[in-house]
């Protein structure tokens, strides 16, 4: 891939539950190594947005999809797609940590072991490293046979990262991350975020204007289902082109 390419396009993607349309034709296109925040009012469809991009949406019951999106040139939604390994190449990370009643340990190697892997020592290095790409290590190294579920939410969640950074994605969908956690939680995602930016593309839902500031590169503004306007995080936040983004992002709406 030339540094230039797109790791993501997506060309006028309408969405619709039944008859109510929730994506009205959205085109936009992902830079890899970047950090991308979709944000917008409650029920603008940023999060179905985002679940278009690894076909989260499929597993929904009465969804109709139209238009493009390409994962590294190749139409996801070709027949031909393995979705398992879309999934994998194109992750996700969830408001709620959602942790399997499992140890530490097998919470991350759980997806190393459906796709077959059997070498253990090969199973515990990427454990190890991905626990400490997603900065959990240190809290997790004496503790990684308990059960997930005894880990605090912002534990839970880093473990949730490394369970999907095991798997060798290349890109990462988070579903307002930090959500569900305190301030010190979630600051420490935030920067481990924005380490985990040198290897991965990351498309992020965020409510949370503060942190769509400090750490997205890039930002798309939706609003009922439309994609109002995207560009580079600085000036959607000081010099916005639209009136409906910047009375969204001074508060006056959403
Ligand atoms: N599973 C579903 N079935 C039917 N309609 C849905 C479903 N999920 C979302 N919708 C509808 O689609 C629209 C967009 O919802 P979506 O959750 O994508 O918005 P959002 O911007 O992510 O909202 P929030 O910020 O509150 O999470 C809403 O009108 C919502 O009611």
Redesign the pocket.
């Given at each position: 891939m030339t540094v230039n390419e797109k790791i993501i396009e997506t060309n006028d993607v309408h969405l619709y539950?039944g008859k109510?349309e929730?994506l009205k034709g959205i085109t936009l296109d992902f830079n890899p190594h970047e950090i991308t925040a979709l944000i917008?009012p409650?029920?603008?469809?940023?999060?179905?947005y985002l679940r278009t991009l690894n076909r989260m949406n499929d597993l929904?019951e009465n969804v109709t999809i139209t238009g493009q999106v390409k994962f590294r040139g190749n139409d996801i939604y070709s027949p031909k797609t393995d979705k398992v390994e879309l999934r994998k190449k194109v992750g996700m990370v969830f408001q709620q940590p959602n942790p399997f009643p499992f140890s530490v340990f097998d919470n991350v190697a759980y997806g190393l072991r459906i796709g077959g892997m059997k070498d253990k020592e090969k199973i515990q290095h990427i454990v190890e490293d991905s626990l400490k790409k997603a900065a959990v290590w240190d809290d997790v190294k004496d503790k990684l046979h308990n059960s997930a579920l005894a880990l605090s939410g912002g534990q839970q969640q880093r473990v949730c990262i490394a369970r999907v950074l095991a798997v060798e994605p290349e890109v990462i969908l988070l579903d307002e991350p930090t959500s569900a956690l305190d301030p010190v939680s979630s600051g420490k995602i935030e920067n481990m975020l924005l380490e985990l930016k040198n290897d991965y593309t990351m498309i992020m839902?965020t409510?949370n204007m503060q942190q769509a500031s400090r750490i997205s590169d890039n930002t798309a503004f939706?609003l009922q289902g439309d994609l109002i306007e995207h560009g580079k995080t600085r000036q959607i936040f000081t010099t916005p082109r639209q009136q409906e983004t910047e009375d969204y992002i001074s508060g006056r709406f959403g």
């Open positions: 539950y109510n929730a917008g409650s029920g603008c469809g940023k999060s179905t929904i839902v409510h939706f």
